[in-house]
């Protein structure tokens, strides 16, 4: 008899499916936690760490998209910036016993944060973002890894 081999054969891949964006369930299902997020923080339904999280999530991926030459410094880090100011008021309000609450200027900094997000997902392909968050998954380990966080980052 002969002996059984313990390959197992892979499953074939689409090649075009990695030129594509992402499905439109998965880009529905970000933008509403970001939505979500964004609802929360300027609504007051006691938004807590998570919408804060999820909301720098955006802005730091949109900054990597940046650093990465996908997007153009001088149109996106202007809204960066404001965005940036914002999400740290809204963390100084929360760290002084009052809700995590957005400003007039971050809110709407946040929301054109959010579209512009919307509309990478909807133009760069699902392999473009997910680098765009590897990458700033690794800036960010590498601010964790640093013994004292710089004066302008903000860890909630």
């Known amino acids: 008899m002969r002996k059984r081999s313990n390959r197992i054969p892979r499953p074939l891949i689409n090649p075009l499916t990695r030129m594509s964006p992402a499905p439109k369930e998965k880009r529905d299902r970000v933008m509403l936690s970001f939505h979500t997020a964004l609802e929360a923080m300027a609504g007051g339904k006691h938004p807590g760490e ?77 392999a473009e973002m997910a680098e765009a968050q590897h990458q700033t998954q690794l800036r960010l380990n590498a601010v964790w890894r640093a013994k004292t966080l710089p004066d302008n980052v903000i860890a909630v």
């Open 50 to 126: 998570e919408e804060w999280r999820s909301l720098s999530d955006a802005i730091n991926t949109l900054e990597t998209m940046v650093l990465m030459g996908k997007l153009l410094d001088h149109e996106v880090m202007p809204l960066v910036t404001a965005a940036i100011d914002g999400m740290v008021k809204a963390a100084k309000r929360y760290r002084a016993g009052q809700g995590m609450r957005l400003d007039g200027p971050g809110f709407t900094a946040l929301r054109e944060i959010v579209a512009v997000y919307d509309q990478c997902l909807q133009g760069f392909t699902e």
